[in-house]
């Protein structure tokens, strides 16, 4: 195991004169504190016994069923007995990691993928085969190249682990016409889909959420859910949907690992649900997101020098941009940082050490004129990088 990129980071870019565009964090402050504290205090008051006490590792039976609720609104028809709760949904990542994956065994994932998952699959000790993506997500043609590549080489794919919608990091959101062509290519190889969607409800352009890949496929998709990115990450709740035979061993799994979740946060969590309006709040978090994104893309627009280049994000937290060529990103976050803006360097999103041309810049946490102002000390260090470059001859070309 090794720390990830993103982690080192953080003591570095939670210095107040550093405009961090690294982390993906929430913006909690938006939540309505007072009420949440109400009702906590309420619910301490009115069921302290219960929530206060151990609970099943399968997780709380009314939260369960408000979770089935939630998950309707992306198509999915599912019963409560099918869902295990977990602590976020990185707990069922690492659940279906234990019960999956043995030293050797290869986890076909997008490339670039999520960091965290990156680190799941590594204390596994597992390979992962990465599958590049456009802006409709990843090419069904290039997953079953990959699929029969890997099934000829001896070490078929057991698990297509895929963020499809408003993807960490890229930003992109797998297109509809290419879901059913890349549910049809995992059930043609056998692989289990694993579909992580801690992001699907939080669409900035789109009147509906995206039709979740489970809704069309119960037997080959486990669904993971989070309440992380909806309501609030320090609660720890989140969700896997799966087929019977894997829920039951998740539940084992999930026994062996924690005994009980909190049954606090599971409680505050259906409470919150069956009392509160939080579909008015998910329209407010997508609304303050949506103008936190366009102040990065306009400010991208306005600023980034020519050749740098970036996905446009219908939803979730994150852009994806891409350097000229001969610019490093890695090489560059020193100076990033010295002109006071922290982003995550492309490497940290592949298994190969791959993604150097790469970054991750995320416009959920700061407020739009702070996103604008980092924006614009990334290109004027980008833009300093390129002289360099130049007058160093590193231009590629410059040999000839
Ligand atoms: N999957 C993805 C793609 C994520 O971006 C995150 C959070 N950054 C997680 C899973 C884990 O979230 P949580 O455990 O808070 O639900």
Not at 73 to 98: F, K, M, N, W, Y
Not at 108 to 115: D, F, I, L, Q, S
Request: proline letters at 6%.
């Amino acid at each position: 195991m090794v720390a990830s990129e993103v982690r080192a980071l953080f003591a570095v870019a939670s210095r107040p004169e550093i405009v961090s565009l690294a982390g993906g964090m929430p913006n909690v402050d938006a939540l309505p504190l007072e009420t949440l504290g109400e009702l906590m205090a309420e619910l301490t008051r009115e069921r302290g016994g219960t929530a206060l006490q151990y609970g099943s590792a399968q997780g709380d039976p009314g939260l369960r069923e408000s979770v089935c609720g939630v998950m309707s609104l992306e198509g999915i028809d599912a019963h409560p007995d099918d869902v295990v709760v977990t602590v976020g949904s990185q707990q069922a990542l690492d659940l279906i990691a234990r019960v999956f994956l043995d030293p050797g065994d290869t986890v076909v994932a997008e490339g670039p993928t999520y960091v965290t998952a990156l680190g799941v699959f590594a204390a596994c000790q597992a390979r992962v085969a990465q599958v590049a993506m456009d802006e409709e997500g990843v090419d069904p043609g290039a997953l079953a190249e990959t699929f029969g590549r890997l099934a000829a080489e001896g070490r078929p794919a057991k698990l297509f682990y895929t963020v499809p919608t408003f993807q960490n990091p890229a930003g992109v959101t797998l297109s509809a016409e290419r879901r059913a062509a890349v549910l049809e290519v995992c059930r043609r190889a056998g692989v289990l889909v694993v579909e992580d969607n801690p992001y699907g409800l939080l669409h900035y352009d789109q009147g509906e959420p995206m039709r979740a890949l489970r809704a069309d496929d119960p037997a080959g998709v486990v669904y993971l859910g989070s309440f992380s990115k909806t309501l609030a990450p320090g609660l720890r709740v989140g969700w896997a949907l799966a087929p019977s035979a894997v829920r039951d061993k998740l539940v084992l799994a999930a026994e062996s690992a924690m005994l009980s979740h909190s049954v606090f946060s599971q409680l505050v969590v259906d409470r919150y649900l069956r009392t509160q309006p939080w579909a008015e709040q998910l329209k407010e978090f997508r609304e303050m997101y949506r103008e936190r994104r366009d102040a990065m893309l306009g400010a991208l627009a306005a600023h980034m020098p020519r050749g740098v280049r970036w996905t446009s994000p219908g939803g979730g937290f994150f852009v994806w941009a891409s350097l000229p060529e001969g610019l490093d990103s890695k090489a560059m976050l020193p100076r990033a940082v010295g002109a006071r803006v922290a982003y995550v360097p492309g490497t940290g999103f592949y298994a190969d050490g791959g993604g150097r041309s790469h970054l991750r810049l995320s416009f959920c946490y700061p407020p739009t004129e702070r996103i604008e102002e980092g924006v614009q000390r990334l290109a004027s260090v980008i833009g300093e990088e390129l002289t360099l470059r130049d007058t160093l001859g590193l231009s590629p070309g410059a040999e000839r």
